[in-house]
């Protein structure tokens, strides 16, 4: 990916070279005609087109505010109802995420969610502890949150 | 000049609610009945507030005085990343120093693994 873009910036400061006018505009032109010459020659070059990873990542930012502000809700609503009859509860998620980057992802994403809480890893790296507001209505819910989560996560990493 | 006025409404509407978030999240903090699920109102909400409160600044004064504040872009990123983690570490420490829990129901899942596992070189 990183040897993408280098390639790109590469086409782009040649643009500019080749047109001899060093603004900004030139530069933007450069650029998106190195992105052209790149799907061009996509079969040359290893791994995916990274325009591809970069969606994704905007997708995941996206997913994360959406989340904050549906958890946000959720926490208005049990503020202001009058009786507290929530059941919290600590309960476990497999993951199949293997490096630290992905894991940290992940449980920060978790922590932002509606009614969870990460509490600890794994020493293997395999398993979250999550603490959920309330665990029966939430449970199966939340494992297709993590579901989109951990896909979303995969699509930006590999 | 009436631009300007929807403008600057924009942005004071995002700071009220961001300051009226906050005090939910306050409310909720008062009103919870153990740490970890006060740790929930505290990270989420207080999350959102800061979020909201500090991009409405940065729109305020984007529109009305065509300034763009890179300061507060990067304290909205930095916000966005550290709180979770602050939130996690406080309600991992928590747990860890055994604190009690409301009335729980699925416990018990981590205090097994706990047990098993020595305390002190756990990651």
Same mark, same amino acid.
Request: charged letters at 20%.
């Given at each position: 990916?990183?040897?993408?873009?280098?390639?790109?910036?590469?086409?782009?400061?040649?643009?500019?070279?080749?047109?001899?006018?060093?603004?900004?505009?030139?530069?933007?032109?450069?650029?998106?005609?190195?992105?052209?010459?790149?799907?061009?020659?996509?079969?040359?070059?290893?791994?995916?087109?990274?325009?591809?990873?970069?969606?994704?990542?905007?997708?995941?930012?996206?997913?994360?505010?959406?989340?904050?502000?549906?958890?946000?809700?959720?926490?208005?609503?049990?503020?202001?109802?009058?009786?507290?009859?929530?059941?919290?509860?600590?309960?476990?998620?497999?993951?199949?995420?293997?490096?630290?980057?992905?894991?940290?992802?992940?449980?920060?994403?978790?922590?932002?969610?509606?009614?969870?809480?990460?509490?600890?890893?794994?020493?293997?790296?395999?398993?979250?502890?999550?603490?959920?507001?309330?665990?029966?209505?939430?449970?199966?819910?939340?494992?297709?949150?993590?579901?989109?989560?951990?896909?979303?996560?995969?699509?930006?990493?590999? | 000049?009436?631009?300007?006025? @929807?403008?600057? #409404?924009?942005?004071?509407?995002?700071?009220?609610? /961001? @300051?009226?978030? @906050?005090?939910?999240?306050?409310?909720?903090?008062?009103? #919870?009945?153990?740490?970890?699920?006060?740790?929930?109102?505290?990270?989420?909400?207080?999350?959102?507030?800061?979020?909201?409160?500090?991009?409405?600044?940065?729109?305020? #004064?984007? #529109?009305?005085? @065509?300034?763009?504040?890179?300061?507060?872009?990067?304290?909205?990123?930095?916000?966005?990343?550290?709180?979770?983690?602050? /939130?996690?570490?406080?309600?991992?420490?928590?747990?860890?120093?055994?604190?009690?829990?409301?009335?729980?129901?699925?416990?018990?899942?981590?205090?097994?693994?706990?047990?098993?596992?020595?305390?002190?070189?756990?990651?």
């Amino acid at each position: 990916m990183a040897f993408q873009i280098v390639i790109n910036l590469i086409i782009a400061f040649m643009w500019m070279f080749l047109s001899e006018t060093y603004t900004a505009p030139s530069f933007i032109g450069g650029y998106i005609l190195g992105m052209l010459l790149l799907l061009l020659l996509k079969r040359f070059i290893p791994g995916d087109f990274y325009i591809k990873r970069v969606i994704s990542i905007l997708k995941l930012i996206l997913l994360f505010i959406k989340e904050l502000i549906s958890s946000n809700i959720d926490i208005v609503k049990l503020v202001y109802t009058p009786k507290l009859e929530f059941e919290p509860g600590i309960f476990v998620m497999p993951t199949d995420l293997k490096s630290d980057w992905e894991i940290t992802l992940l449980a920060n994403l978790i922590s932002l969610t509606p009614g969870t809480l990460t509490i600890a890893v794994s020493n293997d790296q395999t398993e979250l502890y999550i603490h959920a507001m309330d665990i029966d209505t939430v449970d199966e819910s939340i494992h297709d949150i993590k579901n989109t989560f951990e896909k979303a996560i995969m699509e930006v990493t590999r | 000049m009436s631009e300007n006025v @929807s403008d600057e #409404f924009i942005g004071a509407l995002l700071i009220l609610i /961001g @300051s009226i978030i @906050s005090v939910i999240s306050a409310i909720g903090i008062i009103r #919870f009945p153990d740490v970890y699920s006060r740790s929930h109102a505290g990270t989420k909400s207080a999350t959102l507030a800061v979020l909201l409160t500090l991009t409405g600044c940065f729109l305020y #004064f984007w #529109f009305t005085e @065509s300034f763009i504040s890179v300061r507060l872009l990067l304290g909205i990123v930095f916000v966005f990343l550290t709180a979770p983690v602050s /939130g996690h570490l406080i309600i991992r420490a928590a747990y860890r120093a055994k604190v009690k829990m409301a009335e729980v129901t699925v416990e018990d899942e981590l205090k097994e693994v706990l047990h098993e596992e020595d305390y002190t070189n756990s990651p």
